[in-house]
């Protein structure tokens, strides 16, 4: 009978809580690193202003707008719950990720099938949706309005604390079923990952020989790392980006419904956008004959008269429902509205997978070879007491 493999060592007490760290660690520098570009992606996919620029002009032009009205600190605002938000959700995802691998390889270290991969992958993002949403619903509230506006959340404590006396589970709960929905991306995102990294490692085993230690032939380079996350979370932004649009509009709702009657408050971006719409065309002037029936000069009545104000727009109606975000969204806007701010979400989610996946496997490595440290020596400091032990009996 074979005999059960060794249990992994680990820094932390279990590979789970080690794999855990390595997540929140990772989720913590990608936040901080790519803020700005999260905060405008968020602003993007709740405007309904018309695109007028291209991609990077877009970009370019809603961070110096952000700036503009709020100064730079206005890039970082919604920051810490950005970062719990990240944090907590990376360092779930791999905790209940790396448990349930576990489990479904029975402790036998053998591969996983790509259904495996996508079950683990699923399951744990569902269990970390539900955590974690109250702080997602806040974070797009902070990204939304400005600091100095009514009712604004002034932190993350703050925020939920608000939001859960006001609004109760149904408030915690915005979003969540497209949350859930969501899954599916981080879901077929793994599963690519994991596969190629799979078949990536099977290459270098077969190069190396069978001379090669099991961390030779696991520890690929960054570069790698970069190309399998890059390229994984291409194809799951392909497939799974309306959602978010619908969730960010669903979420963003509360700040609109909770003004008075008649009132509105537009995404930041669009009431800059608004600043630069054309203005509408001059009235049109009379034709020489029919200026003929017009009074003479010399009439009271001939004073020319101003032009009639332009009514303003009527407030946008809060979204009701799922459906009702989908109907109105594609009327409005068309197919192309489920992918605003899809170019700004693939500028800031590419570099932000990249550097969470080379930050995460490097820590990982770096847990794993500690642990590995710390059992060597205590298996010598155990070797080293049995000798003098025998000694002494001598």
């Known amino acids: 009978m074979a005999a059960a493999p060794a249990p992994q060592p680990a820094v932390f007490g279990s590979p789970a809580l080690d794999q855990a760290v390595a997540g929140v660690t990772a989720g913590i520098v990608s936040t901080f690193a790519l803020q700005p570009l999260d905060l405008l992606k968020v602003q993007l996919q709740v405007s309904t202003a018309p695109k007028t620029r291209g991609t990077l002009g877009n970009i370019s032009w809603g961070l110096r707008e952000i700036v503009r009205t709020g100064g730079a600190r206005a890039l970082y605002r919604g920051l810490t719950p950005n970062l719990v938000g990240n944090a907590s959700s990376w360092g779930s995802y791999f905790l209940w990720y790396t448990m349930l691998k ?24 569902v269990i970390t949706a539900v955590l974690t949403n109250p702080i997602w619903v806040v974070k797009t509230r902070m990204f939304t309005t400005q600091a100095g506006q009514d009712k604004a959340y002034r932190g993350v404590t703050h925020g939920l604390a608000t939001l859960a006396r006001e609004e109760g589970l149904r408030g915690m709960a915005k979003g969540l ?60 932004i392909a497939i799974t980006y309306p959602y978010q649009v619908v969730r960010s509009r669903i979420q963003y709702q509360p700040a609109l419904s909770a003004l008075p009657l008649g009132s509105t408050v537009p995404s930041p971006l669009a009431s800059a956008s608004s600043r630069t719409a054309p203005l509408p065309p001059p009235p049109t002037t009379p034709s020489s004959s029919s200026s003929s029936s017009l009074p003479s000069s010399s009439s009271p009545s001939s004073t020319p008269r101003a032009p009639a104000p332009t009514p303003a727009p009527a407030p946008p109606q ?55 440290r710390r059992a060597g020596a205590r298996e010598r400091e155990r070797e080293g007491q049995g000798e003098r032990d025998g000694r002494s009996e001598g």
């Open 318 to 372: 809060p979204y009701r429902s799922i459906p009702d975000v989908l109907l109105r969204t594609y009327r409005a806007e068309g197919a192309a509205g489920f992918y605003k701010g899809i170019a700004t979400n693939a500028v800031r989610i590419l570099p932000g997978t990249c550097v969470t996946f080379v930050v995460y496997e490097q820590t990982s490595r770096f847990l794993s070879r500690w642990a590995g």
């Open 177 to 236: 079923t497209l949350a859930i929905v969501g899954v599916s991306n981080g879901a077929i995102q793994f599963m690519a990952y994991e596969e190629m990294k799979k078949r990536r490692v099977e290459l270098r085993r077969k190069r190396l020989g069978a001379g090669a230690s099991d961390e030779e032939v696991k520890t690929l380079s960054n570069l790698e790392y970069i190309l399998m996350s890059g390229s994984a979370k291409l194809v799951a």
């Open 102 to 125: 576990a489990r479904m390889d029975g402790g036998k270290d053998h591969k996983l099938s790509a259904g495996q991969h996508l079950l683990a992958s699923a399951t744990s993002g």
